[in-house]
């Protein structure tokens, strides 16, 4: 099985390896990193979509749901738990909360939630919604950022990786050190090297994209990048450079 992303940035993987989006990113004070969770569907593949939205709903909830629990929130069982969610996010994270806890019950639930320390693709093997695959692999066979050297502007990562097994559900996640704090930006199938005009530096630092050689590092995971959580490792990981002249 063979797949090819053109900088997409966190991933998430379930078995067929190709997405490219617009999402935004995670940064800090070293790098920006690039982070989305949305899985790779397979045409006709049972249980996709439960996965799809079991980890965009841990994303946006599992840090409510934790509090609430520690609080003491929970009363009687899930339509309680989930109502308490809802009130603090949206209706909708309330519903797929319902439907999440119903498979296990709110006791294995309350557990669950407590146990997946916020990562979102355990939590969601835990529920289970989404696959485990303990024997797959991936390789990347290129990885390169064009151009190699240009002034501020829009820079492409592509990238190609390589699996025999399949992907256990995992994610891409992409870095880029830069040579000043880093700021907030969006990230899709190109990257934009230049000044966030929207950038409050009241808020946190700016990147400016200052002249000079940045890498970008790339690696690709069974279950989230650096969890100690089962069901995780790095499958490869490589880097790249170019260089903003002016």
Same mark, same amino acid.
């Given at each position: 099985?063979?797949?090819?992303?053109?900088?997409?940035?966190?991933?998430?993987?379930?078995?067929? $390896? &190709?997405?490219?989006?617009?999402? $935004?990113?995670?940064?800090?004070?070293?790098?920006?990193?690039?982070?989305?969770?949305?899985?790779?569907?397979?045409?006709?593949?049972?249980?996709?979509?439960?996965?799809?939205?079991?980890?965009?709903?841990?994303?946006?909830?599992?840090?409510?749901?934790?509090?609430?629990?520690?609080?003491?929130?929970?009363? #009687? #069982?899930?339509?309680?738990?989930?109502?308490?969610?809802?009130?603090?996010?949206?209706?909708?994270?309330?519903?797929?909360?319902?439907?999440?806890?119903?498979?296990?019950?709110?006791?294995? &639930?309350?557990?669950?939630?407590?146990?997946?320390?916020?990562?979102?693709?355990?939590?969601?093997?835990?529920?289970?919604?989404?696959?485990?695959?303990?024997?797959?692999?991936?390789?990347?066979?290129?990885?390169?950022?064009?151009?190699?050297?240009?002034?501020?502007?829009?820079?492409?990562?592509? &990238?190609?990786?390589?699996?025999?097994?399949?992907? #256990?559900?995992?994610?891409?996640?992409?870095?880029?050190?830069?040579?000043?704090?880093?700021?907030?930006?969006?990230?899709?199938?190109?990257?934009?090297?230049?000044?966030? $005009?929207?950038?409050?530096?009241?808020?946190?630092?700016?990147?400016?994209?200052?002249?000079?050689?940045?890498?970008?590092?790339?690696?690709?995971?069974?279950?989230?990048?650096?969890?100690?959580?089962?069901?995780?490792?790095?499958?490869?990981?490589?880097?790249?450079? &170019?260089?903003?002249?002016?």
């Amino acid at each position: 099985m063979k797949g090819a992303l053109a900088i997409t940035i966190s991933a998430l993987l379930l078995v067929q $390896p &190709f997405l490219a989006a617009q999402l $935004p990113t995670k940064t800090n004070h070293k790098l920006v990193t690039m982070s989305m969770v949305r899985p790779l569907v397979e045409h006709g593949r049972v249980g996709i979509d439960k996965c799809k939205t079991c980890i965009d709903f841990a994303g946006q909830a599992l840090n409510e749901l934790l509090n609430i629990i520690l609080q003491g929130g929970v009363v #009687g #069982g899930c339509a309680d738990l989930c109502n308490a969610l809802a009130s603090k996010t949206s209706p909708a994270i309330g519903t797929v909360c319902n439907i999440l806890c119903d498979i296990v019950g709110i006791e294995e &639930f309350i557990k669950i939630v407590q146990n997946a320390d916020l990562d979102p693709i355990y939590y969601c093997e835990l529920i289970p919604a989404c696959p485990i695959n303990d024997n797959g692999d991936a390789h990347f066979t290129s990885f390169q950022v064009s151009p190699k050297s240009g002034p501020q502007g829009v820079f492409d990562i592509d &990238f190609t990786y390589e699996s025999k097994n399949g992907t #256990g559900t995992g994610e891409i996640a992409i870095e880029i050190d830069t040579l000043a704090p880093a700021g907030s930006y969006n990230g899709d199938i190109q990257l934009k090297a230049q000044p966030d $005009p929207n950038c409050d530096p009241t808020q946190g630092p700016c990147e400016q994209w200052l002249p000079g050689t940045y890498t970008v590092k790339i690696a690709i995971c069974n279950g989230e990048c650096g969890s100690k959580h089962p069901h995780s490792a790095i499958y490869d990981e490589t880097s790249a450079t &170019f260089t903003i002249t002016q």
